[in-house]
């Protein structure tokens, strides 16, 4: 297995957390991304974007995109606006089955 095999998130993995944590039943559809796995989530009536960090993600980047879309959403801006997950948060951590914790957000998705 190579490095990019152990280290990705699958589809079934992708809309599987998303059942779990966020009470969301979608197909997931992986989309590129250059840091984090990304997904789009398709339920029927509404799609998320879900994002999942890499092992060894550096919190302070992510911290600071939460932090800046929390900016925009205040400034009434039309951006993706974070979903908060059943325990009431709109970012936390999860192992991945190497057991490495990754970051889990998931997003409002705009089309374009």
């Not at 998130?9 to 992708?14: F, G, K, L």
């Not at 969301?24 to 997904?39: Q, R, S």
Request: hydrophobic content about 40%.
């Amino acid at each position: 297995m190579n490095e990019y095999s152990s280290v990705m998130i699958s589809p079934d993995e992708a809309a599987a957390i998303a059942a779990e944590h966020y009470g969301i039943t979608a197909v997931a559809t992986a989309l590129p991304g250059e840091i984090d796995f990304n997904f789009k989530l398709e339920t029927g009536t509404n799609s998320y974007l879900l994002k999942i960090s890499r092992p060894g993600f550096e919190k302070t980047a992510t911290q600071f995109q939460e932090a800046l879309l929390h900016f925009l959403e205040d400034k009434e801006v039309c951006t993706p606006r974070s979903i908060k997950n059943k325990a009431g948060q709109s970012s936390f951590e999860i192992l991945d089955r190497e057991g490495n914790p990754r970051l889990v957000r998931i997003l409002t998705w705009i089309e374009g």
